[in-house]
């Protein structure tokens, strides 16, 4: 009886149809579920869908949600939920939350989006204890498949300590009968929530393949165990929670044990710095053994293979295209070599993408299926891109006295876009600059009435209001057709998938860790510096910074190498988390950002700095916006929690 009623407790709490495909037809039983190989591993995949889809800009506030990509001044915070830890109107509250993965109901809007993760970790540990069981398991699934559910207690425990903070650490699968005394307990310390999740990574370490082979794609192997440990305790090891007494001194559970510690402990980044050590040597051990070898493709990082061209520019701008959407000629493209965990979920990549293509004409109507070019890069984010030397502008002998706000007839555009390094080419579309779209080149013309510009209303969501576009995620053979009345009619959508764990993370998370630990770059640091460096087109750390005078030391240097990982992942969600455990979210967020004026109709009039218009008032405030709130109605289920700071 007791197994039923567990089985039909997962039943009905599941909130998609998923679950309905893991048992048959009639009363559902767990014997039902674990009766054969192929309906455990449907219990499986369905943990995997527990986790949050990151890529969707509306769901979810990692791809908005930094100061690197932003969606546009019309659309609300019901649309685009990122805003309600930005702007004032329907801020983020324990009364109000948009994301609400700390529960069993959607977030706002009501009904949309429902990212229950304990309920992903209860069913793990429910696959766990019952996949032995399973009559015909193999040694190898018995160990694999238990290695995955390891993988994924540890991944859904650490995507709610990203968003939440210290979190109630769930250790062992919770019996539906038992007394509230056992199940409402207090949140655990930061510390100890990383201790746990590092063991649950271990262990999944320890058991997972090395590799799955393409019909697994997606899967956790041993490298993504790694991967996400390294992550975990560089995270803290960082400002926000390592000895962070400004933000969280009162930060306490009601016995008054501190939820995140007060004194700073450097040996925190030697445990991050070895982490990284340690998933980069299992990623390169392929190199020797051919372990990940498959298809010509082997796991490390990704460059084109297609492009003939001798140019280290071109090359490097080709080489950092090819992780995001390939050659421009595939179908699909998963990037197998870098990517050690991606989503592969067509709708939402869909979706996404019709938000970064700009439309081809200024009389836009909105179709369903068109592309909309609203989801833009930021002219911070602009900013943030080095010389073609590998050095921000002001650093730079070659560019450090040009204005990059001048005007430059001949090209059409204002300086700072004619002197970038390849990954701004590959990333951002800018007035009259190159756009791979549409089958093709084409010639971005961003001004008030000109295809790419302003309509005159700002009641039209659907166009960009800083004269940038985003170029990163979008296929070159990405297409629109326009019909007679020169409205979209039809769209087609290249389909790849989007990474949430790229080996490029392995080397910056080094380098950053080995530079924290003790002020300053060892020769490895240095080298996983220049990997990321060298694939893009890019002068060695070394080489670029002879010409500026020396490698900077310091504060500066702290602030270097922060850019160098910031500008390998601008527009993939992973800046909305750094900009947090750096402790600079508030200075990032608070001031308006710039923007061309997109009012203007000719180069003079458009080429005019101006705060981008937006429709609210922003209010970042500290430490409140670092963290989601807690809802109610977890608090008043479990009287032992303690709401986040602000809330």
């Known amino acids: 009886m007791k197994k039923i009623a567990m089985a039909l407790a997962l039943l009905l709490a599941a909130a998609s149809c998923d679950f309905l495909d893991v048992v048959p037809e009639g009363s559902p039983t767990q014997d039902d579920i674990y009766k054969t190989q192929a309906q455990a591993e449907k219990m499986l995949f369905m943990v995997y869908g527990k986790c949050p889809d990151l890529f969707h800009a509306q769901a979810m506030p990692d791809l908005s949600g930094g100061d690197d990509l932003i969606s546009s001044y019309y659309g609300s915070v019901r649309y685009f939920s990122w805003k309600s830890l930005v702007y004032a109107t329907s801020q983020e ?12 109901t959607s977030g706002l809007p009501t009904g949309n989006y429902s990212y229950n993760i304990y309920e992903g970790i209860r069913y793990a540990y429910n696959f766990l204890n019952n996949i032995g069981s399973v009559p015909d398991i193999s040694e190898a699934n018995l160990r694999y498949w238990s290695g995955e559910a390891h993988f994924l207690i540890a991944h859904l425990h650490q995507i709610l300590l990203e968003y939440y903070g210290p979190i109630v650490l769930a250790r062992e699968e919770i019996d539906l009968n038992a007394p509230a005394s056992s199940v409402n307990v207090p949140r655990s310390t930061y510390d100890e929530c990383v201790n746990f999740i590092e063991e649950e990574f271990r262990k999944a370490a320890d058991m997972l393949p090395d590799y799955w082979g393409p019909i697994a794609y997606g899967r956790a192997i041993k490298a993504t165990a790694l991967a996400y ?16 007494s400004e933000f969280y001194a009162d930060f306490v559970n009601k016995d008054g044990t501190h939820l995140i510690n007060q004194t ?11 982490a990284a050590k340690e998933a980069i040597d299992c990623v390169e051990a392929s190199k020797e053994t051919g372990a990940y070898t498959m298809d010509d493709r082997q796991l490390g990082l990704s460059v084109s293979k297609s492009t003939s061209t001798t140019d280290p520019f071109e090359l490097g701008r080709a080489n950092y295209t090819y992780i995001f959407t390939g050659d421009g000629n595939a179908t699909q493209f998963l990037n197998q070599n870098e990517y050690l965990m991606s989503l592969n979920k067509s709708g939402s990549i869909t979706y996404t993408q019709k938000q970064f293509g700009c439309h081809l004409a200024n009389n836009y109507t909105k ?20 010389t073609r030397n590998g050095l921000p502008w002001e650093d730079d002998p070659e560019t450090k006295d040009i204005d990059p706000l001048a005007y430059n007839k001949a090209a059409g555009t204002v300086e700072m876009h004619l002197h970038k390094e390849p990954r701004f080419y590959a990333s951002v579309g800018y007035d009259r600059g190159t756009y791979r779209f549409n089958g093709g080149k084409m010639t971005i013309k961003a001004h008030k009435g000109e295809p ?30 326009l019909n007679s009345s020169g409205n979209y009619s039809v769209s087609t959508y290249m389909s790849y998938v989007f990474p949430y764990m790229r080996i490029a993370e392995l080397y910056l998370s080094y380098a950053e860790a080995d530079f924290e630990y003790d002020g ?11 990997k990321i460096r060298s694939r893009c087109g890019l002068p060695t750390f070394q080489e670029s910074w002879s010409r500026a005078g020396g490698i900077p030391s310091g504060q500066k240097l702290r602030d270097i190498i922060r850019r160098e990982r910031s500008i390998e992942f601008l527009m993939e969600g992973r800046r909305f988390h750094d900009i947090r455990r750096w402790k600079i979210a508030e200075e990032c967020l608070r001031p308006i950002p710039k923007a061309w004026n997109i009012e203007g109709d000719t180069p003079e009039k458009f080429y005019k700095l101006v705060d981008m218009k937006e429709n609210d008032t922003r209010i970042f405030t500290t430490p409140k916006h670092y963290w989601l709130a807690i809802p109610n109605s977890q608090l008043n289920i479990n009287g032992q929690l303690v709401q986040n700071p602000g809330y």
């Open 93 to 104: 509250s324990s009364t109000n939350t948009y994301f609400n993965m700390w529960g069993t």
């Open 367 to 386: 179709v369903s299926g068109a592309y909309r070019g609203y989801l833009c890069p930021t002219f911070e984010a602009v900013q943030m891109y080095y």
């Open 264 to 274: 700073y402990d450097a040996e925190k980044w030697k445990r991050a710095m070895d």
């Open 452 to 481: 790419q510009g302003f309509t005159g209303s700002y009641d039209n969501e659907y166009q960009s209001y800083n004269g940038y576009f985003c170029q990163k995620w979008v296929n070159e053979q990405s297409k629109m057709t």
């Open 229 to 244: 440990r390294a992550r975990l305790l560089l995270y803290a090891a960082s400002p926000l929670v390592n000895g962070n």
């Open 520 to 530: 300053t770059l060892s020769d490895y640091g240095y080298e996983c510096l220049n």
